[in-house]
T-cell receptor
């Protein structure tokens, strides 16, 4: 039973434009949300996170938005760069010891 | 200097064999994990250890036995390997106490033939 869902398996965006990745969750107990980036043959790398007490967190080109009433979060990458081409995983937690992951969205940044 | 390192990176073995994957972290974290990424690319938690104590076991077959000799190490031993065990296994670590950001190793691709 997937409690974290990323319904878009892939996204293609032109270099310099905005990438928007979406994530939905079903468990209202989740209180912390994270995005990870993964290159082939490497482990996931932590990108950005947000606590449920906030609705926005920004770190350089990356911004995460949280809409608790809709159980929805999104990751905005602007401007998109070729090095951003990777698989992005949304994850959620309601305790310190377990992350529930979405299936991932493959982002391709076109030159 | 790798933060979370796991060995080997690739492991090909026959059904019925027993194998181990080792993991070490040099981040000083209290909590370590094993995650499994299956053929559908879902990342699912298997085990979580905090200060060498098992705190999460997500209905993993008892052929899988984690061992944590100290806070910096969490090894995964698998008995009687089956074809369905083929997957990528990721070790991870995090600080305890409201810090769920986990740092992952590079993964071990296990292929059972």
């Amino acid at each position: 039973d997937q409690q974290v869902k990323q319904n878009s398996p892939s996204l293609s965006v032109q270099e310099g434009r905005i990438s928007i990745l979406n994530c939905d969750y079903t468990n209202s107990m989740f209180d912390y949300f994270l995005w990870y980036k993964k290159y082939p043959a490497e482990g996931p790398t932590f990108l950005i996170s947000i606590s449920s007490i906030k609705d926005k967190n920004e770190d350089g080109r990356f911004t995460v938005f949280l809409n608790k009433s809709a159980k929805h979060l999104s990751l905005h990458i602007v401007p998109s760069q070729p090095g951003d081409s990777a698989v992005y995983f949304c994850a959620a937690s309601y305790n310190d010891y377990k992350l529930s992951f979405g299936a991932g969205t493959t982002v391709t940044v076109r030159a | 200097d790798t933060a979370v390192s796991q060995t080997p990176k690739y492991l090909v073995t026959q059904m019925g064999n027993d194998k181990s994957i080792k993991c070490e972290q040099n981040l000083g974290h209290d909590t370590m994990y094993w995650y499994k990424q299956d053929s559908k690319k879902f990342l699912k938690i298997m085990f979580s250890y905090n200060n060498k104590e098992l705190i999460i076991n997500e209905t993993v077959p008892n052929r899988f036995s984690p061992k944590s000799p100290d806070k910096a190490h969490l090894n995964l031993h698998i008995n009687s390997l089956e074809l369905g065990d083929s997957a990528v296994y990721f070790c991870a670590s995090s600080r305890a106490g409201g810090m769920p950001e986990a740092f992952f190793g590079q993964g071990t691709r296990l292929t059972v033939v």
